[in-house]
């Protein structure tokens, strides 16, 4: 599939345009950025810097220059290949503890994000932990969430993940185990569907921010993981191997060692 970086954006910009209404209020699309969570990190500090309250919005990038993924890699983020967005999600007082919501944040954000997938190519699309999306076994997408503090202990989620789209039979993908929309469905939805379909999932899924039985029964559901496979995981240096034991009450991974039972809140599966 031949991508026209002109003609592919501004078909997108109008196809979205006669979709308006069922898009997020404050949509936001970019030709191209840096960084769509470097974008929003900024807006989120001008908001906080002027005593004012963050709006959830939704950016959308055709193209990021430097473009991120968890550990500081770097996220391929080349025309049309992908869509490459960031969820402004602000966590207000009145929504809960906010210690909840940062809890159940990233979990619902990997549901929203892989449920959306699915429906996308109509198959099976499962999360390996913490948020990569996988089908087939293979990368189509992943994400990034940072957080941003006001001085008056205001937060506000930013919530960055990319989505392989058009990278086709003969395109160069960004590593061996990945996969597109492209790939899976023959001829993916469009971009403005696509757009679309991440929008409505990923609200839906933060509508229950806070509320972790929901959370912790969803992303069970979505979970490639099952317990007593064989896996390892990088938490920071160190690499540890054993079983996969399910996840705790407050959705943090066990890992059944030879030296015993390890909880793990932060680092990521790096075989699955």
């Known amino acids: 599939m031949t991508v026209d970086p002109y003609r592919d954006f ?31 990190k900024d807006l989120v500090d001008r908001f906080f810097e002027e005593e004012a309250t963050p709006r959830a919005a939704f950016v959308v990038a055709y193209k990021q220059t430097a473009g991120r993924g968890r550990q500081g890699r770097c996220w391929v983020s080349s025309a049309g290949r992908g869509l490459y967005c960031t969820w402004l999600q602000p966590l207000p007082a009145g929504q809960g503890r906010l210690e909840d919501q940062l809890e159940t944040l990233p979990l619902l954000v990997g549901v929203g994000v892989c449920r959306a997938v699915a429906a996308l190519i109509g198959g099976e699309a499962l999360l390996k932990w913490p948020n990569d999306v996988l089908v087939g076994g293979r990368k189509i997408a992943g994400i990034l969430i940072e957080t941003v503090a006001g001085s008056n202990g205001e937060t506000a989620a930013v919530i960055g993940f990319g989505v392989n789209y058009d990278f086709g039979a003969g395109s160069t993908l960004p590593t061996p185990v990945s996969t597109s929309l492209a790939l899976e469905t023959g001829t ?10 991440l929008a409505r999932s990923l609200e839906r899924e933060l509508g229950h921010c806070g509320d972790l039985g929901y959370t912790l029964d969803a992303y069970r559901a979505c979970t490639v993981h099952r317990e007593g496979d064989e896996v390892s995981c990088r938490v920071g240096g160190e690499t540890l191997a054993g079983r996969f034991a399910g996840f705790d009450s407050g959705g943090r991974f066990r890992l059944r060692t030879a030296a015993g039972l390890r909880t793990i809140a932060s680092g990521e599966v790096i075989e699955a």
Do not use: C, I, K
């Open 188 to 197: 993916p939805p469009s971009r403005a569907v696509v757009v679309e379909g």
């Open 10 to 40: 501004e078909q997108l910009v109008s196809d979205l345009r006669s979709r308006s209404g069922h898009l997020p209020e404050n949509l936001v699309l970019m030709d191209t950025v840096d960084s769509t969570n470097r974008f929003v």
